[in-house]
């Protein structure tokens, strides 16, 4: 009974501390992201071989650090790019926005990232800001594509003055 009880505790530990590490590599919700740097907007439109996962309109945003990452070509630690996907409503000649369908970031910590090039990635549900869509699938769901863009230090977008 001791024995089993002294092999409990220690490995109890190591499961708590993976469990704290994985919530600490989480990639946080974007506060605020809003009042960051509009970056760009985009429509995604039937046809487009992304449609049937990112249709809508895009607006991306870039904190402080991101901005001077887009500037230079290389995107220091703490920058962080956010995209806000919305439904595009088509009627009367306009495409307007509909309901929200992710908010989208990537986080840059070389450290805590470094299999996916120093980027976290993660997506949160419509409006909810603890409704995580991504998790532990970042590399695949993410990083694939992103990894045609490493000359661009896998960001897609540009920043235009």
Request: charged share 20%; hydrophobic share 40%.
């Amino acid at each position: 009974m001791k024995l089993s009880i002294a092999l409990a505790i220690p490995a109890a530990l190591v499961i708590g501390a993976v469990a704290v590490n994985a919530a600490t590599d989480a990639v946080p919700y974007p506060q605020g992201y809003r009042q960051w740097q509009h970056i760009k907007s985009m429509v995604i439109q039937t046809g487009h071989p992304l449609h049937a996962s990112f249709g809508g309109i895009h607006h991306l945003y870039a904190n402080e650090k991101a901005r001077a990452g887009y500037r230079s070509g290389k995107f220091p630690d703490g920058s962080t790019i956010v995209f806000d996907l919305l439904e595009a409503n088509d009627a009367d000649s306009a495409i307007t926005e509909g309901k929200r369908k992710v908010v989208g970031v990537m986080l840059k910590d070389t450290r805590k990232y470094a299999a996916t090039g120093g980027w976290g990635f993660e997506g949160f549900a419509g409006d909810s800001p603890t409704e995580r869509v991504v998790g532990d699938k970042a590399a695949t769901a993410c990083f694939t594509c992103h990894i045609a863009r490493q000359q661009q230090d896998f960001v897609f977008s540009s920043y235009r003055e």
